[in-house]
């Protein structure tokens, strides 16, 4: 009888300790990367490229389909990150080196920290301030940083120079601290990647990974942007704006200084071997009009491509080292840009318009337990989700004051009833550096609304099922006149809920007069 209930007692501890075990908390891994387009992704449908560990993640978890951001730029992005609030609201609303974004306020960091989390930021930071007690530990890239042996501040506040390219850099850094981490606690880690943000310097193993391919034009890179004032006022074009020494690296000047200056002259020597074939190509077809601009168009794809392609072979390595380390099963990973990009849509580079290459980010996430591999969310996500979703996960009760919401229950239940409808956007940055006019609108599955103001008063809107590459401006045509009505309406109701009184005394004001 004692034996029995001995034995009895040993099990029941057994099933307590599995119970427990069970319900560890995960580990929550997010790398986030800077203007990759998901138009250069396979898992989106992409005939670009290939980017298997990226696809990786989707077919073991969950692929976005609508994942927007609030303001299409770097900085502003990962403000929004950090504190699941639009811009106006945690103070970053442009890119600029005198506006540092204010670390004290709240930040989803701090609030895992008071969670026995241990927190780090590894890479791309670009907030102008330093992350200081935010993270637990952190090293990061001084503002954009550099592709080749990168500088990065600690926080000691040294900055020291590491050899190598920088995404295998960081890379190698994220291993390093997960090696030496508090094992008997859960971990939230951050990896900032520096790709693929202008000017696109590739890994040497990648230079000429595409050099085989001719890119189809998108079918609106001449794009005559009729009815879209904005649109055509813009100074981000591959054409007119894009530059043959800074971005395509054609007779570049290699001397001490800049961005090829840091690089060791085996870097170098490689680096300027394959791009004096470019720049020699260039001068022996002497390229003019069209065919100048298509010629810029193709080597603009194979650099952008070709610095993707380290991105999603070091993202493998980092899910390789997950499984080694046994820590697959209790891994959050979350795979994000800081917003889209334009391959050429509208005859353009760069971000920050509303329109979708720009608003839409790519987003995919892992979830072992929860997510069923291979779900597609049509959801409309919006980046101040972020961060109440990331607290979700462990557990933490999100402070009312954030303005996102977390969308883990969609992934656990499938039930979009009340999940929101419409996203809102405000773009800020003007003129420079590329005179995109400041604007703020609202997004549906269907319809996009837009009202730019400034240099272009204007109002725009799209039919996103018949016109999903937005070349059609509908807001002047009479028989819209109720959906106008109707989806103003709605703009009001969001800039109400999000307070941005900056965007609702330009409402208020049109109808006035």
């Known amino acids: 009888m004692i034996r029995s209930i001995l034995v009895l007692s040993s099990l029941l501890c057994c099933l307590t300790l599995m119970a427990q075990q069970n319900k560890k908390a995960p580990n929550i891994l997010i790398i986030f990367s800077d203007d990759h387009a998901y138009q250069a992704i396979s898992a989106y449908g ?57 670390i004290r306020q709240e930040v989803f960091s701090r609030l895992l920290k008071q969670k026995n989390y241990q927190t780090s930021w590894i890479g791309k930071w670009h907030l102008q301030t330093l992350p200081g007690n935010a993270f637990d530990y952190w090293r990061v890239l001084p503002d954009q940083g550099q592709y080749y042996n990168p500088d990065f501040i600690g926080q000691q506040n040294d900055t020291v120079r590491l050899k190598g390219y920088i995404t295998d850099v960081i890379t190698q850094l994220s291993f390093d601290w997960l090696d030496h981490r508090d094992t008997s606690k859960p971990f939230c880690m951050v990896i900032g990647e520096k790709a693929t943000h202008r000017s696109w310097l590739p890994d040497i193993q990648d230079l000429g990974a595409f050099d085989d391919k001719k890119f189809p034009l998108p079918a609106n890179f001449y794009d005559d942007y009729k009815g879209r004032l904005a649109a055509k006022n813009q100074d981000m074009t591959v054409d007119k704006t894009m530059l043959l020494d800074y971005d395509l690296k054609v007779h570049a000047n290699y001397g001490e200084r800049g961005m090829y200056g840091r690089m060791t002259p085996e870097q170098r020597n490689a680096f300027k071997a394959y791009y004096d074939k470019v720049s020699k190509d260039f001068d022996e077809r002497q390229y003019k009009g069209k065919a100048l601009v298509e010629w810029k168009y193709q080597h603009y794809m194979r650099d952008y491509l070709s610095t993707a392609r380290s991105l999603d072979r070091n993202i493998g390595k980092i899910l390789d080292y997950l499984d080694k380390n046994g820590l697959t099963q209790n891994t959050v990973v979350i795979y994000a840009s800081d917003q889209g990009f334009y391959l050429g849509e509208h005859g353009w580079f760069d971000k920050r318009f509303m329109y979708e290459e720009s608003m839409k980010t790519p987003l995919v996430m892992r979830y072992p337990g929860v997510i069923k591999p291979g779900t597609s969310v049509n959801d409309m996500i919006v980046n101040i989700d972020f961060a109440p979703t990331i607290l979700n996960i462990a557990g933490v009760t999100a402070p009312a004051s954030i303005q996102g919401n977390s969308f883990l229950p969609l992934l656990q239940t499938g039930n979009s009833k009340d999940w929101r409808k419409a996203a809102y956007y405000h773009y800020y940055e003007y003129p420079e550096p590329h005179r995109v006019s400041p604007h703020f609108g609202i997004r549906t599955l269907q319809y996009k609304l837009i009202r730019f103001y400034g240099p272009a008063d204007a109002w725009e809107l799209y039919d996103l099922k018949k016109d999903p590459a937005e070349m059609k401006n509908l807001y002047t045509e009479k028989k819209n006149s109720r959906l106008v009505a109707s989806l103003k309406q709605q703009l009001k109701d969001l800039i109400n809920q999000y307070h941005d009184d900056e965007a609702m005394k330009i409402f208020e004001q049109e109808v006035k007069d």
């Open 46 to 102: 992409s005939k670009l490229m290939q980017t298997p560990n990226i696809d990786r993640i989707a077919r073991e978890g969950a692929i976005f389909q609508n994942a927007c951001v609030t303001n299409s730029l770097c900085a502003p992005s990962r403000a929004t990150l950090l504190t699941g609030k639009y811009s106006h609201i945690n103070g970053l609303k442009v890119n600029n080196i005198s506006n540092p974004f204010d």
